[in-house]
């Protein structure tokens, strides 16, 4: 035996169970990060394409036209849709308008019990 050689004892059966512990921890562990890194990677290719490549047509001049009477309470921003709450004669009226193309996409009426 040379001086660049050094002798490696054999593990113990002790010591030959807790390396195959330490190993099949490790392979969970790789394994685990690796699916991590893959349902991030899909959840950012989903929100990527979710638009199926095409490009919102935008907004220009338009004009929301209310009932005689209503009265615009509150404007806000929900996600990608603006929200407009109106009192129209005592009834409460929340319209919701796609934010990239104002279209309406909605419209929730609050009524009072009789």
Known sequence: MTTSETAVPEPTPEQAAL???VRRMMLIAGLTTA???CAVLIAVGYRLFRS????PEPAGDVIATLPK???IVSTGVAGDRLVVTLDIGGVTEIRTFDAHTLRPAGKLKFANEP
């Open 35 to 37: 699916l991590a890194i």
């Open 52 to 55: 199926e490549g095409r490009a």
């Open 69 to 71: 009477g209503a009265r």
């Open 19 to 21: 390396f195959a512990r």
